[in-house]
């Protein structure tokens, strides 16, 4: 099995928090969205490199994630936005409210979604404390995940944007559901490779859309890029900063 190239205490990129070497900041442009996308997160994933919630955060304008903390109840206020109708994605709700014959279509853009950014457990733990803002609601997700980085618990058991990009799917959001979906698998192709999984990556690459949305990005993506040169030891024992 090859090594992995990120180790502990790997310098990673602010923004998108993989390692700079394959940094996919401003590789796609950001997803316009008429949903109001919040998260309720579990504090442990705020740091995990491979959360899709702080994807959702970076690549939605107006998203907004709100720190779950055991114990001590989120506030209404802070997360509810006034004159839309609050769904809680879980999948103990009801089904995902559709028009019926005669009837006006769901407007996305009175709509806002909260979603539960957690282990299974966890998310069962947060929708105590929200259930009774909104509506929960649940998706009809079937298959396998396309969310190679961790095992997920399950067939049928999806990431926190896959159930988003479902959601954006059922509502006939198909634009903002397949660029919102190149961001994610994008995400999932470059933390594979920088985890040296590149077998693996490849045949993830060879069923993804980004191999034919985005080949010039994945071009530049995959050029070899130089090491920084190490810091030349001085006659005094300190180190100077490597030349350019």
């Not at 304008?61 to 769904?87: F, Q």
């Not at 803002?133 to 396309?146: E, F, H, N």
């Not at 067939?155 to 479902?166: C, K, M, N």
Request: hydrophobic share 35%; glycine share 10%.
């Amino acid at each position: 099995m090859s090594r992995s190239v990120v180790l502990a205490g790997t310098e990673r990129c602010p923004g998108c928090r993989i390692p700079p070497r394959w940094c996919i900041c401003g590789g796609l442009p950001p997803v316009s969205c008429p949903l109001q996308v919040d998260l309720l997160m579990h504090p442990r994933e705020q740091w995990r490199p491979t959360s899709t919630g702080k994807l959702i955060e970076r690549v939605i304008p107006g998203s907004r994630i709100h720190l779950h903390t055991r114990g001590v109840p989120p506030v209404h206020g802070d997360i509810v936005v006034p004159n839309r109708e609050l769904w809680i994605l879980h999948p103990r709700g009801e089904p995902i409210p559709t028009a019926g014959p005669g009837e006006t279509p769901i407007d996305p853009s009175r709509i806002q979604v909260l979603l539960l950014d957690g282990s299974w457990r966890e998310s069962g733990d947060m929708l105590r404390g929200v259930e009774s803002w909104g509506r929960t609601v649940r998706l009809g997700l079937t298959g396998p995940s396309r969310y190679a980085l961790r095992e997920q618990q399950g067939d049928g058991r999806h990431s926190t944007i896959e159930a988003l990009l479902g959601l954006l799917g059922e509502l006939g959001l198909k634009d903002v559901e397949t660029q919102l979906r190149l961001h994610f698998e994008l995400h999932v192709y470059v933390t594979l490779r920088t985890r040296g999984r590149k077998e693996l990556a490849e045949a993830y690459l060879a069923e993804s859309p980004i191999r034919d949305a985005v080949p010039e990005l994945l071009e530049r993506l995959h050029q070899r890029r130089p090491n920084p040169a190490p810091p030349k030891p001085r006659a005094d024992g300190e180190l100077d900063a490597p030349s350019n």
